[in-house]
């Protein structure tokens, strides 16, 4: 069974940055991609970021330009750098390891617990 670990949420202040860590216990093919979704209080889940190992990328239209995901394939860990976070990026972000990198939650197999992340204005 593969197991994810994040770590890194926490407060900030608008304008500034936060880094996101996700820890894979085990690089299978099934789980040789990891993507970052987030979700607002009242919202649907979404995409955020995707990477497979040979760090291909893949990103949100909402986040381009100011997130930036990257992987440590020795320590199995993927990075989720934020900058110039804004408060409509407060959600608790989940991430997934799957087979493919893909847009959608539910081609995702495995899920961390989840590390809350809030902006204030």
């Known amino acids: 069974q593969v197991q994810l670990v994040e770590s890194g949420g926490g407060l900030v202040q608008a304008g500034g940055s936060l880094r996101l860590s996700c820890t894979v216990s085990a690089r299978t093919p099934s789980s040789s991609a990891t993507g970052w979704f987030r979700q607002a209080p009242g919202k649907e889940r979404e995409f955020v970021a995707a990477?497979?190992?040979?760090?291909?990328?893949l990103y949100a239209d909402s986040v381009k330009g100011r997130f930036t995901i990257s992987t440590d394939n020795a320590k199995n860990t993927v990075y989720l750098q934020m900058n110039s976070l804004k408060p409509e990026d407060t959600a608790v972000y989940y991430c997934?390891?799957?087979?493919?990198?893909?847009?959608?939650?539910?081609?995702?197999?495995?899920w961390g617990q989840g590390t809350q992340v809030t902006v204030s204005s």
């Open positions: 990477i497979i190992v040979f760090e291909s990328r």
């Open positions: 997934a390891a799957g087979r493919q990198m893909q847009r959608y939650a539910e081609r995702y197999a495995y």
